[in-house]
């Protein structure tokens, strides 16, 4: 059996980012053949990881990135085991590649797409993916992906799992507003963005409800419409869930709707996502 210097198994670690020990092993079973080596380890940690392909994923972060010269917005969810790794420099390195390549490449729709495009260091970020899989030997999913174009306004809590992308239509200037919003739709967590959004079914119902109640106190019909509009936008911010309708966050003096309004933005969509969910 050839001997294993340390220096061979240093070369081997800085060459797989694997751990020294694994390292020393391989190189021991390969007689020093580092390529066959680096092979060994490929193929152990493949098996290991094999068998944790039913383990759940609850852990994780969402990353997001704005272009402050397009306004384009991206959000991408990666899901892993353990909460350590959710918040390791790996896992923060990996994610930052697939953002910046989502927010300056082509685009993608699916997690699948975007793990086939390159990579900042050649191959591609599926590359990337398999050897931070066998590095860390724990079960990771890159779970969905999103990118808009502006007018956008992101936000991501502290903690990493809870994020909302807010779209707006309009010429405003004052994008710290559509920000602000998106900060609202994570913590209030509307149901839809307009009231022509809301379900159908049930705003008919609401309505020949609250139409049905108005006529029996016998007042005028002209007199009833107007007391079922002004209950229906009560029903629309507080049982609908519209975000237009919602009494701003940082202001619950004006409705989302109005503070757009004043930075010349409508509310167009808005998406909200939990980890995991």
Same mark, same amino acid.
């Given at each position: 059996?050839?001997?294993? $210097?340390?220096?061979?198994?240093?070369?081997?670690?800085?060459? @797989?980012? !694997?751990? !020294? !020990?694994?390292?020393?092993? =391989?190189?021991?079973? =390969?007689? +020093?053949?580092?390529?066959? =080596? $680096?092979?060994?380890?490929?193929? &152990? #940690? *493949?098996?290991?990881?094999?068998?944790? @392909?039913? %383990?759940?994923?609850?852990?994780?972060?969402?990353?997001?990135?704005?272009?402050?010269?397009? *306004?384009?917005?991206?959000?991408v969810e990666v899901?892993?085991?353990?909460?350590p790794v959710a918040t390791g420099a790996n896992l923060a390195e990996f994610g930052a590649m697939l953002t910046n390549q989502l927010l300056t490449g082509p685009g993608a729709e699916t997690a699948e797409e975007l793990l086939a495009q390159p990579a900042p260091q050649g191959g591609t970020l599926k590359d990337v993916f398999t050897a931070l899989s066998s590095k860390i030997q724990e079960k990771i999913v890159v779970n969905r992906v999103i990118r808009s174009e502006?007018?956008? +306004?992101?936000?991501?809590?502290?903690?990493?799992? @809870?994020?909302?992308?807010?779209?707006? @239509? +309009?010429? *405003?200037?004052? $994008?710290?507003?559509?920000?602000?919003? =998106?900060?609202?739709?994570? #913590?209030? &967590?509307?149901?839809?963005? %307009?009231?022509?959004? #809301?379900?159908?079914?049930?705003?008919?119902a609401e309505r020949d409800r609250l139409s049905e109640e108005a006529r029996a106190t016998g007042k005028p019909e002209n007199i009833i419409e107007k007391i079922v509009d002004g209950r !229906?936008?009560?029903?629309?911010?507080?049982?609908? +869930?519209?975000?237009?309708?919602? #009494?701003?966050?940082?202001?619950?003096?004006?409705?989302?709707?109005?503070v757009l309004a004043e930075s010349g933005y409508k509310a167009k969509a808005f998406t909200l996502w939990t980890l995991g969910k």
């Open positions: 059996m050839a001997e294993v $210097t340390a220096a061979a198994v240093k070369s081997l670690r800085d060459a @797989t980012d !694997m751990p !020294m !020990m694994m390292c020393k092993q =391989a190189l021991q079973e =390969a007689d +020093g053949d580092a390529e066959r =080596a $680096t092979q060994i380890l490929m193929e &152990k #940690a *493949g098996k290991r990881l094999e068998k944790r @392909t039913e %383990n759940a994923t609850e852990e994780g972060r969402i990353f997001v990135q704005v272009c402050d010269q397009s *306004g384009r917005a991206v959000m899901q892993c085991e353990s909460a502006a007018p956008v +306004g992101i936000y991501v809590h502290h903690d990493g799992k @809870t994020a909302a992308l807010f779209q707006a @239509t +309009g010429e *405003g200037k004052k $994008t710290d507003i559509l920000r602000d919003v =998106a900060m609202h739709v994570a #913590a209030m &967590k509307p149901t839809v963005t %307009n009231t022509c959004d #809301a379900d159908p079914a049930l705003v008919k !229906m936008k009560l029903y629309y911010r507080d049982e609908a +869930g519209v975000l237009a309708e919602q #009494a701003f966050a940082k202001d619950d003096t004006k409705s989302v709707e109005q």
